[in-house]
């Protein structure tokens, strides 16, 4: 049976929030934010064992604050990350077990993913070797120059806003990294990295609560969705 890890990556700096506390470890309904990711793939049947990612000296905070609060089991360990995103992850990849066969990588902020999703996000990552969830954008999306003057129109048919979890094949992924650390390519999501090296990625179809909380308005969605679905509901 194949082996997956999860990487959870949790390591930003929360700039956008605006708040004295990092948005990972803000309590929602009780829970730590960076709680309820952990708890998705802790309760997954599918990992096997997950890396969490966080901030210079947070390990034992995140550890006594989420892991042990939660009684988290499959943490194989909690590891430092770096300055951007992509340097967290590859963090993470470095800590996992080398017999691995599939990675998940999973934000820290985004506190209502479904089993549903993970098990389909997993199954094409073993079919294809690279898979994201995505939800289809409902507003057009532009591109622009640096002077906002639009560039581009996308067709809205097939524009998907990117979501995590994303899967990997594990070799795969560390090739990726390696290869745009060698290239000095910095993207903001890992399926980026495959394309990159012309590789498929397969879009599974997400959720719109699957939300990024990045900004105090997340949050206030964060809570309405709590409030509808019960802390419950969605674990
Ligand atoms: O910055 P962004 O919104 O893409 O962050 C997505 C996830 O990546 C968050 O969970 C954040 O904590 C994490 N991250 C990280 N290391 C960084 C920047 C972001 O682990 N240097």
Redesign the pocket.
């Known amino acids: 049976m194949a082996r997956i890890g999860a990487i959870?990556?949790?390591?930003?700096?929360?700039l956008r929030m605006g708040m004295g506390t990092k948005k990972?470890y803000l309590t929602l309904a009780g829970v730590p934010l960076l709680g309820y990711a952990l708890k998705t793939m802790e309760d997954s049947p599918t990992v096997q064992e997950i890396v969490v990612?966080?901030?210079p000296g947070e390990e034992n905070y995140c550890c006594d604050a989420v892991v042990k609060k939660l009684g988290l089991n499959k943490i194989a360990a909690i590891v430092q990350?770096?300055?951007?995103?992509q340097?967290?992850?590859y963090n993470g990849l470095l800590a996992l077990s080398p017999d691995i066969d599939i990675v998940v990588v999973h934000?820290?902020?985004?506190p209502f993913l479904n089993q549903d999703i993970l098990v389909e996000v997993v199954a094409a990552a073993q079919k294809y070797g690279a898979a994201t969830c995505a939800v289809p954008a409902k507003d057009t999306v532009k591109l622009s120059d640096e002077d906002k003057f639009v560039t581009r129109t996308l067709p809205r048919d097939c524009t998907w806003l990117v979501q995590t979890p994303q899967a990997f094949r594990y070799k795969l992924l560390m090739t990726a990294h390696r290869r745009a650390q060698e290239d000095n390519l910095l993207v903001?999501?890992d399926t980026a990295l495959v394309e990159s090296l012309g590789g498929q990625v397969k879009i599974i179809m997400g959720a719109y609560e699957n939300i990024?909380i990045?900004t105090p308005e997340d949050l206030d969605v964060a809570r309405a969705i709590i409030e509808t679905a019960g802390q419950g509901g969605l674990w």
């Not at 959870?8 to 929360?14: D, K």
């Not at 934000?107 to 985004?110: E, F, I, K, M, P």
Request: hydrophobic residues 25%.
């Open positions: 959870v990556p949790a390591a930003g700096s929360g990972q990612v966080v901030g990350g770096g300055s951007e995103r340097d967290s992850v934000d820290g902020v985004r903001t999501d990024k990045t």
